[in-house]
């Protein structure tokens, strides 16, 4: 029988957080909740959340830790994440992840995915994103099999608004000083594990699945 997994994917812009959540949740049968794609949604809605964490985004600054806070306490709340969940960029801050504790939720495993700043930066131009299902792609690593159109559902592909290579300067130096402090809070914790992101998006996943046990 397959164990009860509460996973945090930590890992900078880019370093592939959202594609192994897909695979990890695919193959765990568990929900990838990405605090990313619901404020998306958000703006793409015209919510009042939508609006207020719009110019946040657009500049690569984290959204305020109570209006993410809120968003992944309703979430977990949720029937589907009874038997296990991953959070895909949450906590960011640890004020976030001493949110979680608060919480009483209990994290069994995390998972830093690592990828060097150059590499990240290099990879962002080439990033393709279907707003109507959320599908990732990159335009070498792992092309649609659609050409410029989604695999899963044909709507047109598009380029995140934040992969400008300004804002994703940005977006690292965001993560280095109040995301990675994370690593030690959670190591400290005694469930940190490390994946090496590799050039290969399934040598990445094969190496996730190994840290996953
Ligand atoms: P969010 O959507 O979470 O973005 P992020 O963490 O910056 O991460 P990304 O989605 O950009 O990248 P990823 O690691 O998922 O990589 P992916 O799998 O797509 O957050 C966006 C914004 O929302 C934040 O800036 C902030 O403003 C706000 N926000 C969200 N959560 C928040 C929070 N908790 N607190 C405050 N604010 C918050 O992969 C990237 C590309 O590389 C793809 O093209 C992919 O195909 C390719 N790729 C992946 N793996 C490989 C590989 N091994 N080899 C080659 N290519 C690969």
Known sequence: MKRNIRLILLGAPGAGKGTQAEKISAEFGIPAISTGAIIREAIASGTEMGK??????ERGALVPDEVVIGIVKDRLAAPDCAGGFILDGFPRTVPQAQALDEMGVE?????SIEVSDER????????????KCGATYHVTSNPSPAGDKCGVCGDPLTIRADDDPAV???????????TEPLKDFYA????????EGQEKLEDTTALTFRALG
Do not use: N, W
């Open 52 to 57: 207020s964490a719009q110019s946040y985004i």
């Open 107 to 111: 994290i069994t495993d995390v998972l």
């Open 120 to 131: 990240i930066i290099d990879r962002m131009g080439g990033r393709r994103v279907c707003k």
């Open 168 to 178: 994703v300067r940005s977006r690292l130096e965001v993560y280095h000083s109040q």
């Open 188 to 195: 400290k914790k005694g469930i940190l594990k490390v994946v």
